[in-house]
């Protein structure tokens, strides 16, 4: 199986930035998009962004222009730079990950989710 694991949530002023990061481990062949959503109380779980194993990437409206998605595939790290902060970005921010496993299991895996609280 592949295990996710994000980190870097946490409080922050409105206008503020963090960084998320999402570790891939366990039998690992192949990751394809990785992707971050969130879920706000009471919301359904939302895409916010996508990125391909080439690099290209898209966004929820909401948030183009001010986060900005990354990978470091040599090490199985998507990354999510989020810049200017608004009140409404409060939510759990999840990874997840299109996935082969070694022994050609394709899946799609999700990390345990990393809160986000913006808040003066």
């Known amino acids: 199986q592949v295990q996710l694991v994000e980190s870097g949530g946490g409080l922050v002023q409105p206008g503020g930035s963090l960084s998320l990061s999402c570790a891939a481990s366990?039998?690992?062949?192949?990751?394809?998009?990785m992707s971050w959503y969130r879920q706000a109380p009471g919301k359904q779980r939302e895409l916010v962004a996508v990125?391909?194993?080439?690099?290209?990437?898209n966004y929820v409206d909401s948030v183009k222009g001010r986060f900005t998605i990354s990978r470091d595939n040599a090490k199985n790290m998507v990354f999510l730079q989020i810049n200017s902060l608004k009140s409404e970005d409060t939510s759990v921010y999840y990874c997840?990950?299109?996935?082969?496993?070694?022994?050609?299991?394709?899946?799609?895996?999700w990390g345990q989710g990393t809160q986000v609280t913006v808040s003066s």
């Open positions: 997840n990950a299109d996935a082969l496993t070694d022994w050609g299991f394709r899946d799609t895996y």
């Open positions: 366990g039998r690992i062949g192949s990751i394809y998009d």
């Open positions: 990125i391909t194993n080439g690099g290209r990437t």
